[in-house]
């Protein structure tokens, strides 16, 4: 066995944005695997038979607004067609009256973020020929 073994990542979301992220997260196929019940508003995600979490907590911050800062950190997801994938995410994103800004480095790495909501970070989306590259 690893040790230590790779765990959980955290992200900032902005207050009151907890239920919007985590429909979001849905949409990209992950459910949430823990909620705490003591106060504080964050939520644990993860996708089945991915042994990785992600930590989604609400914190008193404004966004970063530089996006070149900003995209530095990310969260990655592969998909076959990620420009589908992306407008999936802008109709839902439309639906729920919020900004969503598409970006990317290449075609086959594409971005998106929720500069309203999204403190510190942005959701990358890669082509799956990516992974296939390493």
């Known amino acids: 066995m690893i040790n230590p073994i790779l765990h959980h990542y955290a992200q900032n979301i902005v207050t009151g944005s907890l239920e919007t ?3 979001l997260y849905a949409l990209l196929g992950c459910k949430v695997v ?3 019940n003591n106060g504080y508003q964050w939520a644990m995600i993860a996708q089945d038979n991915v042994p990785f979490w992600v930590q989604i907590v609400e914190v008193d ?5 530089d996006i070149e800062v900003k995209k530095c950190t990310h969260l990655a997801f592969l998909s076959d067609n ?3 994938l992306i407008e999936s995410i802008q109709t ?3 639906s729920q009256n919020l900004i969503c800004i598409e970006g990317g480095w290449s075609e086959k ?3 998106v973020d929720f500069p309203e909501v999204f403190v ?3 959701i990358e989306i890669m082509h799956t020929s990516v992974a296939e590259e390493d």
Request: net charge positive; proline share 13%; glycine share 0%.
């Open 21 to 23: 992220v985590l429909e």
């Open 34 to 36: 823990y909620r705490p």
């Open 61 to 65: 911050a404004k966004p970063i607004t």
């Open 82 to 84: 990620p420009q589908e």
């Open 92 to 94: 839902w994103a439309k």
């Open 109 to 111: 790495e594409r971005y």
């Open 120 to 122: 510190n970070f942005v």
